[in-house]
């Protein structure tokens, strides 16, 4: 009986396992242990089991299947996203259109469309950040007249009655109402401020006072190239020894501002070297004015919010601080009081040449580990500056002449590290040529006309109002040539004796209409004779002079001598008709492309360096200079360009040169050739950090 009992036992628990393997898991055998089958644990877990019949293909059993492999399943999941985040990233990365693919936008630069159709508009900037008014005022005769005030700009957006806050709307919309209310319109007076700069007026898109306001061409010279700088952040020479130096290290850069001049521009392209070559950099802006902090964030270089505490503690930890401008010389004094030690890995890029930055640097020269100059010119006018000062220096100053980015070498036709197959050379030169032909074309330019193009912060400086008075000179002058020549034309009713007359009249027997003579035929050819097209003595044509002045809206810019240039012009309204502005952009490839010729014309001890110099020799650009400064070395004089003399003295030279070049379009040509060689030979980006490499071994601190 009893082993009956114990086979019937025996056969159930039989059943039961056979069940559980064919339907689910089984505990027992998972985790290793056996459980007697008499025992109370064995029963009370069997009983409570019941068998399954689903098959091994069921919903149930692979649901089960998923609960018993829950680490497989995270893997998968955790691989999936690992790939899901690198392809976004790359695609991030590499994509042309960033604000398309996050789904922000409809392309990169469609965020500044709005800012460059607005920058049209301004011609003035003052050194604050201001606002804009736009008001209507009637006249006397109840006329209304749309007055746009331009104060300021607020880094690179030109500001408009939009950017207004809300409180100031709302109060225009509720004075505004009450006027309408009353059936008056009185004009809104304007509340003045002690730290505002009053500028002139707007200047009309097409105004015979002071010239025609042309560009920006940005999105031209997009559209034509098919490229744009938005593609690339960087790049390497991952053998040089540039690269070498600064992998894996930690870098401070002092920017005095971010207006888009030769200093800020500088700072920020070497910014982008030392971050594609692995570098660690940090930026510390002392004045925000200016149009580069979007620019900045593009590329990904970080700048430090404080410029005090938190700028001294990460530079002390640095392995070397460069600071781009004499203005710079409060932060580095302030840095070296609290840490002493910090001086001697301390370079001082200093760009400027003028007396007055010496004096507000001068007491600090002595403590930097190492000053770098621009050109020859500079460095010997600073040392001797410091032996009248009984400065003596630390260490023997170095030379690192600026260069051309890789993106204006590459628009203009000169190998660089951004080309491929599909952006050859050879492309590029074609596609600057169509990039030519449609920025002329967008300033109602023709063949016949020799563009003269001078971009900088207008200042006195810089000597737009000298370069002005020149090309009065050649305006005026021509003027007063073509106008002796047309004198000079025999008419029918002047000039003629009777019987010159006669004759004159047997000649136009064939237009005789009913036996008298047409007087439209003879009006029109009286007049065909007066627009000839008068030649040069070579037998080519004479062209005619444009001049185009930039950089209108710049932070940099000084307000009275830009009343001083409209008001000279207001004067000359011959001149006026020839003279063109263009905003403060950083394409300027579009602009360098559509020159004949470039001026720089800076005063005083001339030109520290200036870049955009050698830019304009590299799109083959003869250039006019002062024979002063940088200009001088850079310039060869009959080679690549001409020179003058600064000051008024230096009018009457520039004029002579604007003509010659005007009536030889050859010698343009084989000067530009010549300045072109001179870039590839001498300014290229591999040619600067070859010689950054000597400032970065003598100052940085050895690991």
């Known amino acids: 009986m009893e082993e009956s009992n114990n086979r019937g036992e025996f056969q159930a628990n039989l059943a039961k396992l056979s069940t559980l393997r064919s339907g689910g898991s089984f505990k027992s055998t998972l985790s290793g242990r056996s459980t007697p089958r008499n025992s109370p644990s064995f029963r009370r877990l069997n009983s409570s089991r019941t068998p399954r019949r689903e098959g091994r293909g ?47 936008g409809t392309g990169p630069r469609n965020t500044n469309s709005d800012a460059e159709q607005i920058q049209r ?144 521009l500088s700072m920020m392209e070497l910014a982008t070297e030392l971050l594609s070559c692995g570098a660690t950099v940090s930026a510390v802006v002392l004045s925000k004015k200016g149009g580069l902090m979007s620019e900045l964030a593009r590329r990904r270089i970080k700048v430090l919010e404080d410029k005090a505490d938190l700028s001294f503690k990460t530079a002390m930890k640095a392995d070397l ?24 890995q301390v370079a001082w890029w ?98 016949n006309d020799m563009l003269v193009v001078s971009l900088s912060s207008i200042n006195p400086g810089k000597g737009q109002l000298l370069l002005l008075e020149s090309a009065s000179s050649v305006v005026e002058h021509g003027q007063m040539q073509d106008d002796k020549k047309m004198k000079k034309l025999p008419t029918i009713r002047e000039g003629l004796s009777t019987l010159a007359r006669r004759k004159r009249i047997r000649k136009l027997l064939p237009l005789l209409k009913d036996g008298k003579v047409a007087s439209n035929d003879i009006r029109s050819n009286s007049l065909s004779r007066r627009k000839q097209v008068l030649p040069n003595n070579k037998g080519t044509i004479q062209q005619s002079l444009k001049v185009l002045i930039g950089s209108v809206g710049s932070k940099s810019n000084k307000v009275d001598y830009v009343k001083g240039l409209l008001s000279f012009l207001e004067q000359h309204p011959n001149t006026s008709k020839s003279v063109l502005w263009t905003p403060a952009t950083t394409q300027v490839a ?37 024979d002063a400064g940088g200009t001088q070395e850079i310039v060869e004089h009959n080679v690549t360009g001409l020179l003058h003399p600064v000051g008024r003295p230096g009018n009457d030279v520039l004029a002579q040169n604007l003509r010659f070049l005007l009536k030889n379009q050859l010698v343009r040509k084989q000067m530009g050739v010549e300045g072109r060689k001179k870039v590839q030979g001498m300014y290229l980006k591999q040619h600067m950090y070859k010689k950054f490499v000597e400032v970065i071994v003598r100052c940085m601190r050895s690991k």
Not at 374 to 381: A, G, N, R, T, V
Request: aromatic fraction near 8%; glycine fraction near 8%; charge should be positive.
């Open 58 to 104: 069921s919903v149930g059993g692979g649901a089960q299947w998923f609960r018993s492999n829950r680490l497989l399943l995270w893997l998968l999941l955790i691989t999936l996203w690992a790939y899901l985040g690198f392809f976004v990233q790359s695609r991030w990365a590499h994509s042309d259109k960033k604000e398309e693919f996050s789904g922000f």
């Open 121 to 264: 508009r301004d011609l003035l900037a003052s050194d604050n950040s201001l606002s804009a008014n736009n008001e209507t005022v009637r006249n006397e005769e109840g006329i209304g007249k749309i007055v746009n005030v331009v104060l300021a700009k607020k880094e690179n957006d030109v500001p408009s009655p939009r950017k207004t806050s809300s409180k100031k709307r709302s109060r225009r919309s509720n004075r505004a109402s009450k006027g309408k209310a009353r059936g008056k319109r009185n004009p809104t007076l304007e509340v003045k401020n002690s730290d505002i700069e009053e500028q002139e007026p707007e200047i009309p898109q097409t105004n015979s006072t002071y010239g025609l306001l042309v560009g920006p061409f940005g999105s031209i010279e997009d559209g034509v190239l098919e490229w744009s700088p938005q593609k690339r952040t960087g790049t390497c020479n991952r053998k040089g020894d540039f690269a070498r130096l600064v992998w894996s290290r930690r870098f401070i850069l002092i920017f005095h501002e971010l207006s888009m001049t030769g200093a800020p």
């Open 321 to 344: 601080v460069i600071a781009g401008s004499a203005v710079c010389a409060s932060w580095i004094e302030q840095y070296i009081e609290r840490f002493p030690a910090g001086a001697s």
């Open 350 to 447: 200093i760009m400027e040449n003028r007396r007055e930055y010496f004096d507000r640097s001068k007491g600090v020269l002595d403590r930097v580990k190492m000053l770098v100059f621009l050109s020859e010119s500079q460095s010997k006018q600073w040392q001797k500056w410091c032996e009248e000062e009984s400065i003596k220096l630390r260490s023997q100053p170095e030379i690192v002449p600026l260069s051309i980015n890789d993106e204006l070498a590459f628009v203009a036709g000169i190998p660089s590290t951004l080309n491929t197959p599909s952006y050859s050379t050879e492309k590029m030169i074609e596609k600057r040529k169509l990039l030519r032909e449609s920025v002329r074309k967008e300033m109602g330019l023709t063949d």
């Open 590 to 626: 579009s602009l360098y492309s559509a020159a004949d010729v470039y001026v720089i014309n800076s005063q005083g001890l001339g030109e520290t360096f200036g870049r955009v110099t050698i830019e304009a020799m590299a799109f083959g650009l003869p250039v006019l200079g002062t």
